[in-house]
């Protein structure tokens, strides 16, 4: 399976649905829309996250156990 090509499935700017539709839970989706550490783009009321930026950061949040 291509990551890439699943990640470029989803549109250039995601809403807390499209997390949803990624198996993350509600609240889970609309707590990224609130980190301060995720850039979101704000327009009127809807707030939106980039595609590759949202990909970037949780790629970043992986972390080996040992």
Do not use: C
Request: charged share 25%; glycine share 4%; no cysteine.
């Amino acid at each position: 399976m291509n990551t890439n090509t699943n990640r470029e499935s989803y549109p250039e700017l995601l809403t807390a649905n499209h997390l949803q539709a990624m198996g993350f839970t509600r609240s889970m989706s609309y707590a990224f829309m609130k980190r301060e550490d995720l850039p979101v783009i704000r327009i009127g009321r809807k707030k939106f996250i980039r595609r590759d930026t949202f990909f970037k950061w949780l790629d970043s949040q992986e972390s080996s156990v040992s």
